[in-house]
């Protein structure tokens, strides 16, 4: 079963534009949405991450845009830099994990291109 | 900037062999936990640890696998009789304070052979 569906699988962005990354989730106790950056032999660093009581939240050039009715959240990164090629992970966590297990999107590999 | 720190980077072994990944977690986080990556698949949870206890683990975490915090510093993942489909990335993460906002190590690569 697939929690948290994450597309597109693969994203070419050119220098300064906008990036998306598209998220949707099942479980209704969710209540916890990061984002993670993977650069190749890195470990998931956390990016930005939103609760359900906004709908949006902005950190730099960082968006997250959130539809609760939905069940959906999304990644913009404006004015893309060739810096920020790497793979993009949603996850989710919620009430009935005691410690905050995620569960993780399938990734999108990001690349810009100079 | 604290970070959490993960020995070996790769870890080659046969199958049927045991093998133990460990971590550093951030020296005043508290909670723990493993996750683990099959190349081109999605992160996936194995197991949460919180004051010397398993507080959740997830369907894939079996008889095989266990954990352990040795001492005040290291969190250990031990698998006990590896499979070739144990071959993944395994990353140890950490929290300050119960929830989901962790931190992750840079990942040991297991290869099975």
């Known amino acids: 079963q697939q929690q948290v569906k994450q597309s597109p699988q693969s994203l070419i962005v050119q220098k300064g534009g906008i990036s998306i990354i598209n998220c949707a989730y099942e479980n209704t106790a969710f209540d916890y949405f990061p984002w993670y950056q993977q650069f190749p032999g890195k470990g998931p660093a956390l990016l930005i991450a939103i609760r359900p009581d906004v709908s949006e939240k902005k950190e730099g050039r960082f968006t997250i845009s959130f539809n609760k009715s939905a069940k959906q959240f999304s990644l913009h990164i404006m004015d893309s830099q060739p810096g920020d090629s790497a793979t993009y992970f949603c996850?989710?966590?919620?009430?009935?994990?005691?410690?905050?297990?995620?569960?993780f999107g399938r990734g999108t590999q990001l690349t810009v291109w100079p | 900037e604290p970070e959490v720190t993960q020995t070996p980077s790769h870890q080659v072994t046969q199958m049927g062999q045991e093998v133990i990944l460990r971590c550093v977690p951030i020296?005043?986080?508290?909670?723990f936990y493993w996750y683990r990556q099959i190349l081109g698949q999605k992160v996936e949870f194995l197991v949460s640890f919180y004051n010397n206890e398993i507080s959740e683990k997830s369907e894939i975490f079996d008889d095989q696998f266990s954990v352990e915090r040795p001492d005040g510093s290291n969190f250990t993942l031990k698998i006990r009789s590896t499979k070739l489909e144990d071959s993944a990335m395994y990353f140890c993460?950490?929290?300050?304070?119960?929830?989901?906002?962790?931190?992750f190590g840079p990942g040991t690569r297991l290869t099975v052979t």
């Open positions: 993460a950490s929290s300050e304070f119960a929830g989901p906002e962790q931190y």
């Open positions: 996850a989710a966590s919620g009430r009935g994990s005691t410690l905050g297990r995620l569960y």
């Open positions: 020296s005043n986080h508290l909670y």
